[in-house]
């Protein structure tokens, strides 16, 4: 028995929001490694995503240093510099660009939280590798790998 096919109106593929998944470049209180600044604008531009910088400060522990203020001044000169370039340059290629500064007693679970809040599409862990302790890198980087959701780019 032969039956009557009807068309389904389909939705029109151009009015289909798409789900942004940012870049997420981080680092850990230095500045940024030349190559991973590089490779995380080069991704937001190609994926046409908006990139974020976030710098991830750790805050001394403990109420004076709170009421003090200690740990809330901003880098100075040649580190300030270093950390503005990859916003700068993004901006001059048309990327929308967002630069969080991130204060936490626990810096690496900050940036696991960071990366959990804003589901970023690719994360592009580069520190400055001279001016962060060989313990520490290695440290994060095992626990980047163990928590996060996405892909992970290192400057390996």
């Given at each position: 028995?032969?039956?009557?096919?009807?068309?389904?109106?389909?939705?029109d593929?151009?009015?289909?929001?798409v789900?942004?998944?940012?870049?997420?470049?981080?680092?850990l209180?230095?500045?940024f490694?030349?190559?991973a600044?590089?490779?995380?604008?080069d991704?937001?531009?190609?994926?046409?995503?908006?990139?974020?910088?976030?710098?991830?400060?750790?805050m001394?522990?403990?109420?004076?240093?709170?009421?003090?203020?200690?740990?809330?001044?901003d880098p100075?000169g040649?580190?300030?510099?270093?950390?503005?370039?990859?916003a700068e340059l993004?901006?001059?290629?048309g990327?929308?660009?967002?630069?969080?500064?991130?204060?936490?007693?626990?810096?690496?679970?900050?940036?696991?939280e960071?990366?959990?809040?804003?589901?970023?599409?690719?994360?592009?862990?580069?520190?400055?590798?001279?001016?962060?302790?060989?313990?520490?890198?290695?440290?994060?980087?095992?626990?980047?790998?163990a928590?996060?959701g996405?892909?992970?780019?290192l400057?390996?």
């Open positions: 028995m032969p039956t009557l096919r009807r068309q389904i109106p389909r939705k593929a151009s009015s289909v929001l789900e942004t998944r940012p870049v997420l470049l981080a680092t209180e230095v500045g490694d030349p190559v600044a590089e490779f995380a604008v991704a937001a531009v190609e994926a046409g995503q908006p990139l974020i910088i976030a710098n991830v400060v750790e001394p522990l403990g109420p004076m240093c709170v009421l003090m203020g200690y740990g809330a001044l100075a040649d580190d300030a510099a270093k950390l503005r370039a990859p993004a901006q001059s290629l990327v929308p660009v967002e630069r969080l500064r991130v204060r936490s007693p626990h810096p690496l679970d900050a940036l696991l960071l990366v959990a809040e804003r589901a970023p599409g690719l994360l592009v862990f580069g520190p400055d590798r001279v001016r962060l302790k060989p313990r520490l890198y290695r440290r994060a980087v095992k626990k980047i790998r928590g996060v996405c892909l992970v780019w400057p390996e």
